[in-house]
């Protein structure tokens, strides 16, 4: 079987596939029009998230057998349309979900404590104690929504700490010893912390509007490690301005494109995201929280795993 890689992954994905006997190519150049043009010569594609794969690129990929996207979501591909062509999806959200769940928790504790803040100040000589009083995750109540395997993880992270957990899941019967799964209305009704951990759908496509921030009951705070475009910035701004929202950790926005490497889409800075980074109780990542040293690795064993239990 013949393999077309298009983004740079770990030296294990290769070294690996070509030890089970599959033949890979290598192009992370070409533009998509130019890789469509050949998609048809390859059994099997790895990608990340370089461009879409559309219902035109599918029907061009004559003999595609799998696509692996060597990450968690999957939203860059027609995964409908590929199913109906008999093409195998993979994705590796096991690969990166300690490190998002990680990357949650710091984010939450370093707002929690004004870090960011804080030491801004110390570097610029300020020694401002009171203003930097932090606040204790203990006795909070964290929602999260979307309880798959980011979902799992965070609360996982969350044991060693005294907090009711509670997670609101699409699917039925996701709860587990880390989490009480609720009806939205009942986390609405009690979360202190919101995070998400949900993938880009029609369902989840700007979810978080004011609408839905003003349904809950209490102030909190937001934690957003999966896919900026579920929130929609303005309406974030507002309650960030209100103190609806008392702050906000962000890895993802929803100006990204669609491979994730570039932040705007023109030249002009939105005035909302203006409001953000010059905000003390935001902090900002560039959606690096599943992209770590360790998950670098694990998320291309996963597809190498993958496709060596299905094919080989």
């Not at 300020?126 to 965070?154: C, H, P, Q, S």
């Not at 507002?238 to 890895?251: E, F, N, P, R, T």
């Amino acid at each position: 079987m013949k393999i077309l890689h298009l983004d740079s992954n770990h030296p294990l994905l290769l070294n690996q596939l070509n030890e089970l006997g599959f033949i890979n190519h290598e192009d992370y150049t070409s533009s998509k029009p130019e890789i469509e043009a050949k998609i048809a010569e390859y059994d099997g594609m790895i990608i990340r998230s370089r461009f879409s794969i559309d219902k035109q690129f599918l029907d061009a990929a004559k003999n595609l057998k799998f696509i692996g996207r060597v990450g968690a979501g999957l939203e860059n591909i027609d995964c409908d349309y590929a199913e109906t062509k008999g093409i195998y999806l993979i994705s590796a959200p096991e690969g990166n979900r300690n490190a998002v769940g990680e990357h949650a928790l710091g984010m939450l504790l370093s707002l929690f404590n004004k870090l960011n803040k804080a030491d801004k100040e110390v570097r610029e000589g300020k020694w401002f104690r009171e203003d930097n009083r932090g606040l204790e995750l203990d006795g909070k109540t964290v929602g999260i929504i979307g309880y798959g395997n980011m979902g799992k993880a965070f609360a996982k992270k969350l044991k060693g700490f005294d907090v009711e957990v509670l997670c609101y899941d699409i699917k039925t019967n996701v709860g587990d010893a880390s989490a009480k799964q609720v009806i939205l209305e009942e986390l609405k009704a009690k979360a202190d912390v919101l995070s998400l951990h949900i993938p880009q759908t029609d369902l989840t496509l700007n979810m978080i509007n004011s609408d839905f921030i003003n349904g809950f009951k209490k102030s909190f705070w937001l934690i957003n490690t999966a896919r900026g475009k579920s929130v929609v910035t303005q309406d974030l701004v507002s309650a960030l301005q209100s103190g609806k929202i008392l702050g906000a950790g962000l890895d993802v926005l929803e100006y990204e494109k669609s491979s994730f490497e570039n932040l705007f889409t023109s030249k002009d800075m939105p005035k909302a995201f203006q409001y953000l980074i010059a905000s003390g109780n935001v902090l900002l990542s560039p959606h690096v929280a599943g992209w770590t040293v360790e998950s670098h690795i694990k998320l291309s064993q996963t597809i190498v795993d993958k496709i060596k239990a299905k094919f080989n």
